[in-house]
């Protein structure tokens, strides 16, 4: 009660337009800027101040109508949130979600506190709150949820299938621009050790209509994730151990060093600061008072001077381009393969010829008999042979003559398909045609380009 008596005092006795206000904290407060006023959530009550007038509200008692949510309530545990024009506190740990209707209250959840997305990421987009990441049961998330305000669920937001996943963050640094999102410097979980955590330098981009993520390459240095660090415009500003500001510029990924102790030895991390108008407004611990005082003061001088300037991201190029490489390295591969395949194979014969009487394609006889033997060797000889001497030449003693003409008809086609198959192609080796002496006459001819033989097989 002490400290709300205090309170009341200390915003009262402040002028409207003055560029400091202090205030008595205990610690258990949330306090959080919506444009235009920082609200300031006590357990019992809560305040606003208008920026940029810098004009405090009176303190406005809440009305509980649960007493047991009244006395667990704690303020510091929740976010807040501005949606359509309403206040929303969404609990820490997961769960619960409770409008701020006037000087009451309302839980408009219905889940339970899960406790699995502690120290998760959250912001509003698409008038929705959403939380990435987050810990919980010795595990780490990597996917999005997000409060329906319709129906008063949480939902999943599930990314689109895709060869790149960050793993489970929390404690991760988070830069929105529209409807990207970028996460980077966070904590993630030993795949093989679930009790050891690990820093994650990996920079995760992700496209909140798409649905895709994408991996940036990795930062050149590890900065955690501070409740004083704070985006503004195409920057995001970060605090280390050795109270050096880092000021990241996500428009060309440099990052910039800043060393300015009067200002970052004294910042309070009771609340996130924010730029309006190139004005920089924060909290700062007054050890006098054992309070906070709200400052404001131009962003330059708030800086400081510039140290140095470097490159934030590296390329992690394998993770970029190893798809590109893969692709690459298969096609070279198969080309070799195919060289050496073609460098090497069995050479296909491709012309039949003779030894010792009989016919070879390669080292391979093949297998006439007598009578083919017989009209190969007449067909090679002879360019245009006439019906009747090839009849005669396998013509049959004391048989009909259209018995003979079935029996020549038949073994031209035997010879034909033996061919095509030893040579494996597709040609008509044996075709007739009418003479060109006599229409009348029907002659046949040999494709003479797939053999090789000695006269002294012609003339056998």
Known sequence: MKNLILLFVLFIYFPGKSEEISLAYDGESLICYQKPYIYIIEKGQYRTIKIPEMTASAPIPFKFTDTTFARKFTPASHNLFKVNNKIYLADNLGGMVYELRQNEL?????????????????????????????????????FFTYFDLNSKEWEAYSPVQGDQIPPGLFDVNQYKNGDEITYFNGMSIDPFDNLKFEKNQTVWHFNLRSKTWENRGKTALFFGNNPQNFQYKNYYFAFTDERRIIRVNFSDNFYEIFSNEAVSSKISPKMQPFVENERIYFFANNHASEGIDLVSISLPEFLGNSQSKEDFIKIDFWSTYSSYFNLVLGL????????????YRPAKPTLITDKNGMLYVGNAAINFDETELKVLRFLLKNDDVPNSELLELIEQKGVHFSHNIRLKNDLLNQLNLKLKAILQVDVNFIIFKKSDTDSRLKVYRLNKHYFKVSEEFLND
């Not at 070279?332 to 460098?343: F, P």
Request: net charge positive.
């Open 332 to 343: 070279i591969l198969l080309g070799l393969i195919a060289y050496i395949w073609r460098k």
């Open 106 to 142: 309302v839980r408009i959840d219905q889940s339970f506190e899960h406790k699995m997305q502690i120290n998760s990421a959250s912001f509003t987009f698409d008038n929705r709150i959403f939380k990435f990441g987050g810990y919980g049961f010795w595990s780490a998330r990597n």
